[in-house]
């Protein structure tokens, strides 16, 4: 990865803040529904796990 850079120069700051890749509106909203069904799914699964476990110990 490489070293941070710390820019100082307002110049030099605004002129990389301009120059970031833009994203569609579209985009976004895909990526966000991405996010929201892989952080479904993880809480699903770590939710049966932990139910799982409680079970288990109370059949032992």
């Known amino acids: 990865m490489k070293p941070a850079v710390y820019l100082t120069n307002p110049e030099a ?13 579209e985009q976004a909203r895909a990526q966000r529904e991405l996010l929201r069904r892989a ?4 809480f699903a699964d770590a ?14």
């Open 39 to 42: 952080s479904e799914k993880f």
């Open 13 to 25: 700051m605004r002129k990389v803040r301009l120059n970031q890749p833009r994203v569609s509106s």
């Open 47 to 60: 939710k049966s796990e932990t139910c799982s476990r409680g079970r288990a110990k109370l059949a032992a």
